[in-house]
């Protein structure tokens, strides 16, 4: 199901490059974490559900890149460009090679149904 994006055509000239290169720093770390890490959690302090998620991962033994981004009080604007770019709404954002998964609560699934197993193995 496509998610539902403005068309560059109705974004006036100019203004595309300040959307393009809105907080690009921070989509372009995560996505540097993705080509060396197999799993990648983004989150934010004071949120319990990103260490949930990273406690669930060390549980298995499975190793992972956590990227924290300030906490409910700090840096909202530079995770908002996480946001806009994946689409997901909340943290933690739970990368497996390279494809968002969602949160701590798809990823407990993953966990449980034994597809995380499969998805790192292909």
């Not at 403005?6 to 989509?27: C, F, W």
């Not at 406690?55 to 909202?76: C, D, F, M, N």
């Not at 770019?85 to 949160?103: I, S």
Request: proline fraction near 6%.
């Amino acid at each position: 199901m496509p998610r539902h994006v403005l068309d560059e055509s109705k974004i006036h000239p100019a203004v595309r490059a300040k959307i393009a290169d809105n907080h690009r720093d921070i989509v372009e770390e995560v996505q540097a974490a993705m080509k060396k890490a197999d799993v990648v959690v983004v989150g934010m302090a004071q949120n319990p559900a990103p260490r949930r998620a990273c406690r669930v991962l060390k549980a298995k033994g499975i190793p992972h890149e956590y990227l924290q981004y300030g906490s409910y009080l700090s840096t909202w604007r530079r995770r908002n460009a996480l946001k806009m770019w994946t689409g997901w709404p909340t943290f933690p954002m739970v990368f497996v090679k390279g494809t968002l998964v969602g949160g701590a609560d798809d990823l407990e699934k993953l966990i449980e149904s034994g597809e995380l197993d499969t998805l790192l193995k292909a």
